[in-house]
C-alpha cells in the first residue's frame, strides 16, 4: 500500500471538512441539487470523450451559467490546442462517470483585461447550454450583496481540483461595487475554484470566486458580485 505524504493527508482532511462539515451548507439546496448547478468548465477533444478541467461555473436558470472570463480566456499548452470544444462537466445524482454537455460563450464582460500579478475586476463570462435535449435540475437563486455587511458568512462552492464539488466557509471583510473580499476560515479553495459560487446565509448566489492568496498570514477570497456579473453579462432570456 502506498504510504500518503503529509501534503496529501492535509489534502484528504480539508476535502472531508468541505464534505461533512457544519456551517451554512447552502440550506435551501440539497447536496445532489448542488452538483447540478455548480458544475465544472471544461474544454472537450472534438470528437472524443477526452476533456479538460478548466475552471467551476454555476447554473442561474434558463440554461445561462455564470464562470469567470479568465476560465473561457485561459491559454492552453501547445499540446492540448485541439481541445476546442467548450462545455459543462459534472456527476449526476447516483452518476459514476461524468457528464460532458456542450456550451456556446455568450459573453465575456467587455470591462475585463487580464492581470498578470491581480485579480483583474469585471471578471465575469456567461455560456448558455447548446443541447436541447439536456437541462438542469436546479438554479441558484440570485441574490444581493448590498445587505452583506462585514463578518457576515458565506459559503464558497465549486470543483478546485477538477474531480469533486467542494464547500469553502468564510466571513466577509468588505464589499464594494464590483468585488467581495473574503477570509477563508475553512474548506479549499484553488485556482480551479474560479467561477464557483458565492452564496450567503440564506443560500443565495452573490459572487463569483476570481481568485484567492495570503496576506498577513490569513488565507483571503476576492469574488466578483452578482450585480456586477449581470451588469457586464445580463442574463439573456
Known amino acids: 500500500m502506498k504510504r500518503l505524504s503529509g501534503g496529501a493527508w492535509l489534502f484528504l482532511l480539508l476535502l472531508l471538512a468541505s464534505l461533512v462539515g457544519g456551517g451554512l451548507s447552502a440550506a435551501p439546496y440539497s447536496k445532489d441539487e448542488l452538483r447540478t448547478a455548480v458544475v465544472m468548465m471544461a474544454l472537450r477533444k472534438p470528437g472524443t ?65 487580464p492581470l ?16 436541447p435535449n439536456w437541462d438542469p435540475d436546479s438554479a441558484l437563486r440570485i441574490g444581493s450583496t448590498r445587505a452583506l455587511r462585514p463578518g457576515e458568512k ?11 464539488l467542494m464547500e469553502a466557509r468564510g466571513s466577509v471583510i468588505a464589499v464594494d461595487q464590483d468585488q467581495i473580499r473574503v ?8 485556482p480551479g475554484s474560479s467561477g464557483g459560487a458565492v452564496l450567503n446565509e440564506a443560500g443565495e ?26 451588469k457586464g453579462c445580463p442574463l439573456q432570456r
Open 154 to 164: 458565506v459559503s464558497m462552492w465549486s470543483y478546485p481540483d477538477g474531480k469533486v
Open 205 to 230: 448566489v452573490v459572487g463569483i470566486l476570481q481568485g484567492m492568496g495570503e496576506y498577513e498570514g490569513e488565507s483571503r477570497v476576492v469574488a466578483g458580485t452578482i450585480e456586477a456579473a449581470m
Open 183 to 190: 477570509r477563508r476560515e475553512d474548506g479549499v479553495v484553488l
Open 49 to 113: 470523450d477526452s476533456f479538460l478541467f478548466i475552471g467551476s461555473a454555476f447554473h442561474v436558470g434558463g440554461r445561462f451559467f455564470y464562470t469567470a472570463a479568465h476560465v473561457v480566456r485561459a491559454t492552453l499548452p501547445e499540446k492540448y490546442k485541439e481541445y476546442t470544444e467548450w462545455g459543462i462537466a459534472g456527476r449526476e445524482p447516483g452518476a459514476l462517470r461524468f457528464f460532458f454537455k456542450p456550451v456556446q460563450v455568450v459573453c465575456v464582460d467587455p470591462r475585463w483585461s
Open 116 to 131: 498578470k500579478y491581480y485579480v483583474a475586476p469585471f471578471d465575469f463570462a456567461l455560456v448558455r447550454l447548446t443541447d
